[in-house]
């Protein structure tokens, strides 16, 4: 099976090598990332991965200011799409948990029902305390979150799209696929949430402008759940403040974003038992020396820039 992962990525280098090792795991055959305007390493660091694993990585086509629209439009062009059994389109701080068997994207689908798409709800991983960043991996720092069944005061959380290569996607979105317009009843494909329960159906149409992206939580994770790590430790999140937001313009990362994130509530440190083959994983890329250097070159500049950050007033008063 040929699964394809999606990604647009700016400044994300200390990150990269846990993600891709991650999601090979998981199963991934094949990656996609868009970069745009990196000053940490992380292209170079693609690059040179791009010419030792099933890695295709280019230069994020927008011209205006929706980055991650235009690279997914772009993206059905690709080969690396077009020739992929599945597709996932998902961000780099997010982690696809699978409970079922080995906890491979295969054994997820089976248990489903092998459906034409499952959309899998976030559990928005806190802080946890951590201030200083580590170079190690992300889902062993960050073990608690909210309630996986109620975010803030909201019961419907967002979702993100694991779809069929021939699901009949009018366009895609960050989220999930819009149906192609004017399918019958007949011509709607099966579609469901991590339960292997199907989707709402004004979420499966698109119906309910309000609830394109989400859906009500409660029991649509018995078989996976999307660990979404936004804020990893202070040091980091200063640093992604500075970056911005690579799938919107002109849009930072303040401390309301902090706050309505750092809900350490619910203890859940179940993606633990894929470390073992994480580390493996990881331990095969940095055998080479290029890839383990350019690595190491993204985690210094990454501490560079809180170093330069902590020299700005306005950065000592938000980490306070």
Known sequence: MRITAVTCVKNEGPFLLEWIAFHRVLGITDFLFYSNDCTDGTDALL????TRINLVHLPN???????????????????????????????????????????????????CGTPAAIS??????????VEAYEDRPVITQF???????????????????LFRHDFPAQYLGAHRPFLRKGLKKGQRPEWTDGSGRGVPFKFKIAANKRRIRKF?????RKFATLN??????????????????VNRENRNFDDSYWRERN???WHD????????????????????????????DCVSRHRATLARLMKDKSYVALRA
């Open 47 to 50: 690059d040179a991965l791009a």
């Open 61 to 111: 086509p927008a011209e205006g200011r929706n980055y991650q629209m235009e690279a997914l439009k772009d993206a059905r062009r690709q080969d690396v799409v077009q020739e992929a059994d599945w597709i996932w389109v998902a961000d780099v701080d997010e982690f696809l948990n699978i409970h079922v068997g080995r906890g491979t994207i295969p054994e997820l689908i089976k248990a």
């Open 120 to 129: 899998i709800t976030f559990q928005f991983f806190a802080n946890c305390g």
């Open 143 to 161: 073990p608690c979150s909210h309630n996986p069944d109620l975010w803030c005061d909201q019961t419907a959380i967002e979702v993100k799209t």
């Open 216 to 220: 009500p939580a409660a029991g649509a």
């Open 228 to 245: 979404h790590y936004a804020l990893r430790s202070l040091d980091s999140y200063l640093v992604k403040n500075d970056r911005g937001d």
């Open 263 to 265: 809900d350490d509530a």
């Open 269 to 296: 440190d179940s993606i633990l038992r894929y470390l073992p083959r994480l580390k493996a994983e990881m331990e095969r890329l940095k055998k080479d020396p290029l890839i383990r250097e350019l690595h190491e």
